[in-house]
């Protein structure tokens, strides 16, 4: 058991043995609402041909379907939201998921969402930059209001999954509320609990799958229930499908290819795609009927 728990920290890093490309960021005021017109024909451009990797691309084949056709101006909250990375990923790797998922929601909702992703490691200066975007007139220190009218979406894969609930937590000890937590196959960093959903989110969701040496926490709980909705600890399985991992090298995706699995999974992004969409929109009832086991391919 040793052994094993020495070999776990080579694997990720292995898994992180991959080229780094660039993607900026972009920011967008932080108003308390606006009405836009999303979804319209055009697609984002992360749906198109220029999309870098096989495996991204297959990763949001259902995300990108989905924006056909749907149109329309509807009022949507202005939102924050932050991706981690997992292993030893870079935050500007395109060829994983959680980078190009960011891009995506700058694209779809381009006047009321910020989006950023950081490494799993860089928590403190992702909070950083969310305490800086909260701080809409920028006097250095945050009124009441001024978190009060936060709108903050936290996802992540593995250690990004982890970090996930760590910056919640840290957002809860200024008392700033957070609107959804999703983890992707989130894996324990020592010292931190990702199990327990502090009580300033308000829902939270678990993506998991049990295969393979390094797989993920396989139920969430909120320590509040009555502030915290526990959306699901969803089950993926992989067996009778196959998903695209060629953002890995060979060797990591044979040692512990579920755990990529999940990561490049397009149910899984499907799913994140529509929850966001529908706490933007403020429908939050209609994505937690879309969560059945029969629409996510379960067992």
């Known amino acids: ?51 870098t990797g096989e495996s991204v691309k297959a990763a949001f084949r259902l995300v990108c379907l989905g924006e056909r056709g749907r149109s329309g101006g509807i009022t949507v909250r202005n939102a924050i939201i932050i991706g981690f ?20 929601l700058r694209q779809t909702y381009p006047s009321t969402v910020h989006a950023e992703v950081f490494a799993n490691h860089d928590g403190k ?7 800086q975007l909260l701080d809409t007139n920028g006097d250095g220190v945050l009124a009441p209001s001024e978190k009060e009218q936060a709108s903050i979406i936290i996802y992540g894969h593995s250690w990004g999954a982890s ?5 919640a937590r840290e957002l809860e000890g200024l008392d ?8 992707v196959d989130s ?20 993506f998991y799958q049990t295969k393979g040496v390094i797989h993920g926490r396989p139920q969430v709980r909120a320590s509040d229930p ?30 512990n290819k579920p755990h990529h699995e999940i990561e490049n999974d397009p149910l899984v992004w499907k799913q994140i795609a529509s929850m966001i969409d529908s ?16 629409s996510l391919g379960m067992k």
């Open 163 to 167: 970090q996930v609930i760590i910056l």
């Open 176 to 183: 700033i509320p957070v609107l959804l937590t999703v983890q």
């Open 85 to 104: 990375v997992g292993g030893l990923v870079r935050r500007d790797d395109v060829k994983h998921p959680e980078v190009q998922f960011a891009e995506y």
């Open 187 to 206: 894996v324990h960093k020592p010292g931190h609990e990702d199990a327990v959903i502090p009580p300033n989110v308000r829902s939270a969701v678990n």
């Open 1 to 51: 058991m040793h052994r094993l728990r020495t070999l776990i920290p080579l694997w990720l890093a292995l898994a992180a043995w991959i080229r780094p490309c660039i993607v900026r960021g972009q920011s967008s005021p932080l108003i308390e609402k606006t009405t836009v017109s999303l979804h319209t024909s055009a697609k984002p451009a992360v749906c198109g041909e220029s999309m």
């Open 279 to 294: 706490e933007l929109s403020k429908s939050t009832a209609a994505v937690e009927a879309s969560f059945t086991s029969t």
């Open 226 to 255: 009555r502030r915290t909705t526990i959306i699901g600890n969803f089950k993926m399985t992989y067996e009778d499908r196959r998903i695209n991992c060629d953002n890995y090298p060979w060797i990591a995706r044979h040692l």
């Open 125 to 131: 200066h992702a909070l950083r930059r969310v305490l």
